[in-house]
Nanobody, 121 residues
Framework: QVHLVESGGGLVQAGGSLRLSCAAS????????MGWFRQAPGKEREFVAA????????YYADSMKGRFTISRDNAKNTVYLQMNSLKPEETAVYYC??????????????WGQGTQVTVSS
C-alpha cells in the first residue's frame, strides 16, 4: 500500500514557477516508478512527466520538455516537479501516481488527491 500526498500548488502569474512535491508512505518507495499527471476542467487527464525508481530515467510530455523537471529523493520518499515558464493553459489539478513501472503509470494503482495549480494571464 502506498499513500501519496501532493503539495506546492497555488496561484502563479504566467511565466512564473512552482515546485510541486509528492510525499509517499511506505518503506519501498524506491521500487516504484512515479509520475505526474494533470487534469484541467472539462478535459481528460494528461501525462506530464515520469521517473524511474532509481531516478536514472525520466520522461516528459513534449510540451513540458525544457520547462519542467521531475526528480526524486528516495531518502525522503518524495518526488518533485519543478515547473518553469508556466502558461495559463496549464491551469489544472496536478496528481502524482505510483506503480511498478513507468508504462504502468497511465493506469497507476496509487494516486494522490491532487493539488491545484492556477496560472493567471
Amino acid at each position: 500500500q502506498v499513500h501519496l500526498v501532493e503539495s506546492g500548488g497555488g496561484l502563479v502569474q504566467a511565466g512564473g514557477s512552482l515546485r510541486l512535491s509528492c510525499a509517499a508512505s511506505g518503506r519501498t518507495f524506491s521500487r516504484y516508478a512515479m509520475g505526474w499527471f494533470r487534469q484541467a476542467p472539462g478535459k481528460e487527464r494528461e501525462f506530464v512527466a515520469a521517473i524511474s525508481g532509481s531516478g536514472g530515467t525520466t520522461y516528459y510530455a513534449d510540451s513540458m520538455k525544457g520547462r519542467f523537471t521531475i526528480s526524486r529523493d528516495n531518502a525522503k520518499n518524495t518526488v518533485y516537479l519543478q515547473m518553469n515558464s508556466l502558461k495559463p493553459e496549464e491551469t489544472a489539478v496536478y496528481y502524482c501516481a505510483a506503480d511498478q513501472t513507468i508504462p504502468a503509470l497511465t493506469v497507476a494503482e496509487y494516486w494522490g488527491q491532487g493539488t491545484q495549480v492556477t496560472v493567471s494571464s
